[in-house]
C-alpha cells in the first residue's frame, strides 16, 4: 500500500543540473546509502551518465559491479583489512586513503594490481584524513608505494557549506591550497552545497549526493529554488474516515485534542516504514492533492490527519507524505531533522516503485 516512486527522469534532470553548476568537473554521483533511500541499482543505472560512482562500502560497489556499470568506483572510506583489498583490486575500485594503517595495507599488498588512489585530507571537518602535519608524510609513503597506479588524487570534505555566510568553507579551501601548492594532482572537495553554492571547491571532481536526488542541501532553500526536481515521492492510501467530538483525544499520549467536531482520515504510514515519529502535529500531508494537518503522534503504521475543513476524502484516496508536490525538506524542518535521515530511513517493507 505504502510506496515510494522514483523517478529516473527526475534524477537524470538532477545529474545535468549538477554538471551546469561545474562545468568543468567530472561527476562522482554518490550513491551510497543504497542511493539515499532511492534504490541503489536503479538510481545508478538512471545516473550512468556520470563519470564515476562513490559509495560507502565494499558491498554496495560489488552490487554496481554485478549489473555491469564498468565505471570508476570510488570507496570512501577505502578499505580496513588484506581480504577486503584483495576484492577491492578484483573489481577494480579506486579506494580513498585516510589513515596510516591504509597505507602500510597497500605497501604490505603482494600482487600485481595497483589501485588509483584519493589521498584524503582534513581540512576541518575532523571525521576521517590526514591532519595537515601528517600530509607531506602521507603524500610521499603513496608515491613510493608499488600498490599505487599513475597520479594521486587529494580530496577532501567541507563541513558546512550549506552555511554559505560562514568563513569555515573560505578557511577550509584555504588550506587545502596551501597544504598541495606545487603538486600536480586532480582534486575533489565539493559535495552537494559545494557544487551549488562554492564554484572555487568544484576542481576537477565535484561528488554530489543530496542534490542528485533532487533535495537543498540548504535550509533556507526548497528544491524548486534551485531547479532540482525531487525524484521520490512516498506515497499510500486512506484506510479510515472517522468523526469525533470536541474535547476527544487522538493517538497515543493524548497529544491532541479535538476543538471541535472533528473529521479524521487514518492513512497507513508509520515510523515502520520510515514517517518521523517526532513530526510535530500540524505538519501537511496531501490527500487527493489538498494539504491537510497531521493529528496526533506517529504510530508505527498509522498517522490521523485532520480533513474537517476539506471534502470528505473516501478509503482508498491517494496520499502524499512528501514528493514533487510536497517538499520532503518541509516535512523534516517539521521533525526536526534533516532530508537525508527521512531519505535514508525509508524502509524494506514500503514498496520501491522506479518509473
Known sequence: MIRASVDTQALRHNLARSRRAAPGAKVMAVVKANAYGHGLLPAAVALSEADGFAVARIDE??????????????????????????????????????????????????????????????????????RPQDFQAAWTALRSNPGVRGDICIMSHLASADATDSDKTTRQLAEFARLTQGRTFEASIANSAGVLAWPAAHRQWIRPGLLLYGVSPFADKRSSDLDLVPAMTLSTQVIAVRDIDAGETVGYGDTWTAKRPTTLAVIAAGYGDGYPRNVRSGTPVLINDKPFPLAGRVSMDMITVDVTDGPRPAVGDEVELWGKALPVEQVAENAGTIPYELLCGVSQRVRLDVI
Request: aromatic share 8%.
Open 61 to 130: 560497489g560489488i552490487a554496481l559491479r554485478n549489473v555491469g556499470l564498468r565505471h570508476p568506483i570510488l570507496l570512501l572510506e577505502g578499505v580496513f583489512d588484506a581480504a577486503q583489498l584483495a576484492e577491492a583490486g578484483h573489481r577494480g575500485f579506486e579506494l580513498v586513503v585516510h589513515s596510516a594503517e591504509q597505507i602500510e595495507l597497500l605497501r604490505a599488498y603482494r600482487s600485481k594490481t595497483q589501485f588509483r588512489v584519493w589521498l584524503k585530507l582534513d581540512t576541518g571537518m575532523n571525521r576521517l584524513g590526514f
